[in-house]
């Protein structure tokens, strides 16, 4: 799996986790302390989230890291 293909599909998982929880990107920035169009990076596979990052949105989502792959 190239490097691409990879940040797309984590992004989706997460963006998909964000919203069967209930969240839009607003309100979990809110949560985490982060600018919305991190997250939208990050969700569209443009951006690749830290360890830490991924544990806070986790954290937020109430999920493990190992939910996102």
Known sequence: ???KE???KLGTKIAEIRFNK????VDLC???NMEKSNLSAIENGRQNATSLTLKRIA???E???KDFF
């Open 22 to 25: 209930g969240f839009s990107q």
């Open 63 to 65: 999920v493990e890291v």
């Open 59 to 61: 954290d937020a989502l």
């Open 6 to 8: 990879f940040l797309r």
């Open 30 to 32: 809110s949560l985490i």
């Open 1 to 3: 799996m190239k490097d």
